[in-house]
T-cell receptor, first 116, second 113 residues
């Protein structure tokens, strides 16, 4: 299966610790997205990359959050000094974007973060 | 900012029957895309159907079809011949000039045997 993969699938951390999540998109996809989903809500956009360039960031992405896609392949999302409000499912998606055309975003299984 | 509203937190349907899930959205853009995504319990989100706003014809994918009313900013999903495997959270999503998807809060669909 060559779908979007995310690691780890679950992460439990103590408040104040740093965490890092990884996303591996579908290999030929040049666009990569991060979303956050809390219980009972739809996913909320955090940021997206086209190749290695981070093109858009949500205001939800505070200074404690940073995302990278160093070689235009996998991406990492780091949360520093975690807070209980960061507890959520972090979803990664990828798509093959060309110009202004919209292509389907394929989602990974998500990383569930619990901050205690 | 664009918003997506799903007014039905939960819906239920008998197996083999038809169910319609509602979605409305608000935007000032003229070109955009609308999507329905399905998220089964503990499984990843998958695309069910998409609609380009410039197309007047409603999209269909096998048992899934939409009723797209652009003037009313309404985008409902009809599931025909419901199957047990259709049970899931269904999210309506909007994509305009930005690459991001804007999701509604979802509708939990239960299929009763």
């Amino acid at each position: 299966d060559t779908g979007v993969s995310q690691d780890p699938r679950h992460k439990i951390t103590k408040r104040g610790q740093n965490v890092t999540f990884r996303c591996d998109p579908i290999s030929e996809h040049n666009r990569l997205y991060w979303y956050r989903q809390t219980l009972g809500q739809g996913p909320e956009f955090l940021t997206y990359f086209q190749n290695e360039a981070q093109l858009e960031k949500s205001r939800l992405l505070s200074d404690r959050f940073s995302a990278e896609r160093p070689k235009g392949s996998f991406s990492t999302l780091e949360i520093q000094r975690t807070e209980q409000g960061d507890s959520a499912m972090y979803l990664c998606a990828s798509s093959l974007g060309m110009g202004s055309s919209s292509y389907e975003q394929y989602f990974g299984p998500g990383t569930r973060l619990t901050v205690t | 900012a664009q918003t997506v509203t799903q007014s039905q937190p939960e819906m239920s349907v008998q197996e083999a029957e038809t169910v319609t899930l509602s979605c409305t959205y608000d935007t000032s853009e003229s070109d955009y895309y609308l999507f329905w995504y399905k998220q089964p319990p503990s499984r990843q989100m998958i695309l069910v159907i998409r609609q380009e706003a410039y197309k007047q014809q409603n999209a269909t994918e096998n048992r899934f079809s939409v009723n797209f009313q652009k003037a009313a900013k309404s985008f409902s999903l009809k599931i025909s011949d419901s199957q047990l495997g259709d049970a899931a959270m269904y999210f309506c999503a909007y994509q305009g000039g930005s690459e991001k998807l804007v999701f509604g809060k979802g509708t939990k669909l239960t299929v009763n045997p």
